[in-house]
């Protein structure tokens, strides 16, 4: 039976002469999961907010949207409140109260549960999702990764019949990402619930789903079983948005998805001249603009330091990615590097201007048009080079002028608050989390303006939990654990042969070819053993 039947379904927000979506049929049945995949502003966001009446944007919407058979916009408020979950992309802004038990018995007390039905929920649903041992914590202590499941845990606490996520593991790293992937699936899997996310990471998109919907320019390219999907995006030129192993395999039927059935493919099977490197390799002495030694620091003088000792060096000219968990302190050294904290203990060589762009956009937007975001920096800066100029245009910002900054999806956000970092010029660039939001298209973008910057002389240096995005563009990574970077090196030897910080590509091939780490090495692999 259908919970959502949505019919002829468009919607254009104010201002705005191209309709955000246009024309979508589409069904999310009883205890379904279903992935919303879709370069950034294909309408993602915009779909998944007009099916929680509290969340709908304001603008001018056709069509009809039935929720258990009625119209949703019928649907008392209680009823949506408690039927309807949402979890948002950023952990910290669904985040209302100041204790772990508090955030789970919010969502309750409001609806006016009575206190023994309180108690009974919040401690069988902490129980449920591994939170006893966080249940008296305060929130901000939290990683990324527990407050994203803490978030999930309190919307599931209201018992609801649909989950509506929207990408809510793009600030995760790898491995709490995939936990709150495996809660995910455990609610839809044992609780029945229906499920609707939107996800930029394939894999993830591809192996976890019922059915995948693909989203072009507001309408709907494609939907089905996910292999179908991927068959169909993979012979209309969209092969990048496809898993590792169906990028690789992609002349194979049935078209393979999960890492699993790639690897089965390389079974049995030695390469013995492996062109990748075989060992470790360090960095070699270089011109580096960002010298640092023995840095320690902590928010709280009389607490825990969140870096301890910590020695890195950026060479000019080079693309360092600076890969870790949560609260490893990686968002903590960018920033004492950007100097806008003081370091404790150690020292930190700047040769050149620095520019930061924080894993939060928003805190960068003044202004309320994009066009005059841009405009002022513009006048602060004077002149920008033509080169930079090019960059700017590369992110295709041109139809968004007259938007405001917060109306904005998260991918167009991120867009903004680059061009605004890129019109300072510096020498030394920052980039907090600059994949997130941001499709393949987008991201080869990016990748070829930094490219070009490094190419420059500039000297990059990121964070960033996208695995893919460091291992084919970076030119060095280092990983962070505990405030200390610990292991450091050139992509194929960091990322080669590792098990949880390692390309699904490289999960696939690691037998045959442990030191290839890009989907395209390996199936250049794959394509000369088929020879």
Same mark, same amino acid.
């Given at each position: 039976m259908a919970l959502y039947e949505i019919? /002829? !379904?468009?919607?254009? #927000?104010p201002g705005r002469n191209k309709p955000a979506l246009s024309g979508i049929d589409f069904s999310l049945e009883q205890g379904e999961l279903v992935t919303?995949?879709?370069?950034?502003?294909? /309408?993602?966001?915009?779909? !998944? @907010? %007009?099916?929680?009446? !509290?969340?709908?944007p304001h603008g001018n919407l056709i069509g009809d949207i039935l929720y258990d058979n009625a119209p949703l916009k019928e649907l008392? %408020?209680?009823?949506?409140?408690?039927?309807?979950? #949402? *979890?948002? %992309?950023?952990?910290?802004?669904?985040? *209302?109260t100041d204790r772990v038990w508090h955030e789970l018995a919010f969502g309750l007390e409001n609806l006016g549960?009575?206190? @023994?039905?309180? @108690?009974?929920?919040?401690?069988?649903?902490?129980?449920?999702?591994?939170?006893?041992?966080?249940f008296l914590r305060d929130v901000s202590t939290l990683s990324g990764g527990q407050k994203q499941l803490l978030n999930l845990a309190a919307v599931m606490a209201l018992q609801p019949k649909v989950l509506l996520l929207d990408e809510p593991t793009a600030q995760l790293d790898p491995i709490a990402a995939a936990s709150f992937i495996d809660a995910l699936r455990r609610v839809n899997r044992e609780l029945g619930v229906s499920v609707l996310i939107s996800e930029h990471k394939s894999q993830e998109a591809f192996e976890n789903a019922d059915r995948v919907v693909y989203l072009r320019d507001g309408q709907i390219f494609a939907q089905g079983n996910p292999r179908d999907v991927a068959s169909r995006l993979s012979e209309s030129g969209y092969r990048d948005a496809v898993p590792a192993a169906a990028y690789i395999f992609n002349e194979k039927t049935p078209l393979p998805l999960s890492v699993a059935e790639g690897r089965a493919y390389f079974s049995g099977i030695s390469v013995c001249d492996n062109i990748y490197p075989s060992a470790p390799q360090k960095k070699a002495k270089e011109d580096c603009s960002v010298v640092i030694k023995n840095l320690r620091f902590a928010y709280d003088r009389r607490g825990e330091d969140v870096l301890r000792g910590l020695s890195f060096s950026a060479p000019r000219g080079k693309i360092s990615a600076i890969l870790g968990g949560n609260g490893a302190g990686k968002s903590t050294l960018?920033?004492?590097i950007a100097g806008i904290l003081k370091p404790q203990g150690g020292s930190i060589r700047r040769n050149g201007s620095t520019a930061l762009l924080p894993q939060e956009p928003r805190c960068l937007f003044l202004k309320n048009t994009v066009q005059a975001e841009l405009e002022d920096m513009l006048r602060i800066h004077g002149k920008i080079s033509d080169n930079t100029s090019r960059?700017?245009?590369?992110?295709?910002?041109n139809s968004l002028m007259k938007n405001h900054p917060f109306d904005l999806s998260g991918g167009e956000m991120q867009r903004l608050a680059l061009a605004k970092v890129l019109i300072a010029e510096p020498e030394i660039l920052l980039l907090d989390e600059p994949t997130k939001g941001l499709d393949f298209m987008l991201k080869r973008r990016l990748a070829n303006i930094l490219r070009r910057l490094a190419d420059e002389g500039k000297t990059i240096i990121m964070a960033s939990h996208d695995l893919d995005f460091c291992a084919e563009y970076g030119d060095f990574c280092a990983l962070c654990f505990r405030g200390e970077l610990v292991a450091e090196g050139e992509p194929h030897a960091f990322f080669g042969g590792n098990n949880f910080y390692t390309t699904a590509a490289n999960r696939i091939a690691r037998d045959a070819a442990p030191?290839?780490?890009?989907?395209?090495? *390996?199936?250049?692999i794959w394509k000369s053993l088929c020879v």
């Open positions: 019919k /002829g !379904l468009s919607f254009s #927000y919303l995949c879709g370069a950034t502003g294909s /309408g993602k966001t915009t779909l !998944l @907010r %007009q099916l929680k009446p !509290l969340l709908a008392g %408020q209680m009823r949506a409140a408690a039927e309807i979950g #949402y *979890v948002s %992309q950023h952990p910290d802004n669904q985040i *209302v549960f009575d206190e @023994r039905t309180i @108690r009974l929920r919040t401690s069988e649903t902490a129980a449920y999702f591994g939170l006893e041992k966080l960018l920033a004492l960059a700017i245009e590369k992110l295709e910002l030191f290839a780490i890009t989907r395209e090495e *390996v199936r250049e």
